[in-house]
C-alpha cells in the first residue's frame, strides 16, 4: 500500500508540472501562474477530499474537480478510495516576490507538493519545483522566437 499511494502522489504532481499535461492547449502550471497573476496570489491549496472548491472562482472549481477525478481514478487502479485517505493535500507556490525579471529565459519559480495522509496516518509526500512563465507573457515571447529563422534558432 505505501508504494502505491506514493506512486499516486507522484501521478498528480506530475499532472501539474509535465510539460506533457495540458489544460486548453497550455502547460498546466503556466495556466495557474497566469490565473494567479490575474487574481495578484502567490499560490494556491486544493484539499481533494473536499468535493467543494472553497472559492469562489469558476476556474480553480473545475481544476479542484479535474484534480478529484485523477485522484479517484489512481486510488482504484490500486484497489483504494478516498475513504482510504485522511488527508490528499496539493500545495502550489509563486514567486510572490517576483524576484526573477520576467525577461529571464526561466521564467518565475514554483512549488507544487502533493501530500496523501492515509487511515494510518502514514504520509506520502512529493514535491517538484521549477520555473514557468505565464501564458500571457509567453505567448508574446513565442511569438517572437517562432518568427526566427531555422538558421537562428539554433544558436538560442
Same mark, same amino acid.
Given at each position: 500500500?505505501?508504494? *502505491? !499511494?506514493?506512486? /499516486? %502522489?507522484?501521478?498528480? $504532481?506530475?499532472k501539474f508540472t509535465n510539460r506533457y499535461h495540458e489544460y486548453g492547449n497550455f502547460w498546466a502550471i503556466g495556466v495557474l501562474y497566469t490565473h494567479a497573476r490575474h487574481l495578484n496570489?502567490?499560490?494556491?491549496?486544493?484539499?481533494?477530499?473536499?468535493?467543494? =472548491?472553497?472559492?469562489?472562482?469558476?476556474?480553480l472549481g473545475k481544476v479542484h474537480l479535474k484534480f478529484i477525478q485523477y485522484l479517484e481514478h =489512481? $486510488?482504484?487502479?490500486?484497489?483504494?478510495?478516498? +475513504?482510504? !485517505? %485522511?488527508?490528499?493535500?496539493?500545495?502550489? +507556490?509563486?514567486?510572490?516576490?517576483?524576484?526573477? *525579471?520576467? %525577461?529571464?529565459?526561466?521564467?518565475? =519559480?514554483? %512549488? /507544487? +507538493? /502533493?501530500?496523501?495522509?492515509?487511515?494510518?496516518?502514514?504520509?506520502?509526500?512529493?514535491?517538484?519545483?521549477? =520555473?514557468?512563465?505565464?501564458?500571457?507573457?509567453? $505567448?508574446?515571447? *513565442?511569438?517572437?522566437?517562432?518568427?526566427?529563422?531555422?538558421?537562428?534558432?539554433?544558436?538560442?
Amino acid at each position: 500500500m505505501k508504494k *502505491r !499511494l506514493l506512486n /499516486v %502522489t507522484g501521478i498528480i $504532481l506530475d499532472k501539474f508540472t509535465n510539460r506533457y499535461h495540458e489544460y486548453g492547449n497550455f502547460w498546466a502550471i503556466g495556466v495557474l501562474y497566469t490565473h494567479a497573476r490575474h487574481l495578484n496570489r502567490s499560490g494556491f491549496i486544493f484539499n481533494l477530499l473536499d468535493d467543494n =472548491y472553497i472559492e469562489n472562482d469558476v476556474f480553480l472549481g473545475k481544476v479542484h474537480l479535474k484534480f478529484i477525478q485523477y485522484l479517484e481514478h =489512481y $486510488l482504484k487502479i490500486h484497489n483504494k478510495s478516498k +475513504q482510504d !485517505l %485522511t488527508a490528499a493535500i496539493i500545495k502550489i +507556490q509563486f514567486d510572490k516576490n517576483h524576484l526573477l *525579471r520576467s %525577461t529571464t529565459l526561466y521564467g518565475d =519559480y514554483f %512549488t /507544487v +507538493q /502533493v501530500e496523501l495522509i492515509d487511515c494510518k496516518g502514514a504520509h506520502f509526500t512529493q514535491k517538484s519545483d521549477g =520555473y514557468c512563465f505565464p501564458h500571457t507573457e509567453w $505567448l508574446a515571447q *513565442r511569438k517572437l522566437i517562432d518568427s526566427l529563422s531555422i538558421e537562428e534558432k539554433r544558436f538560442y
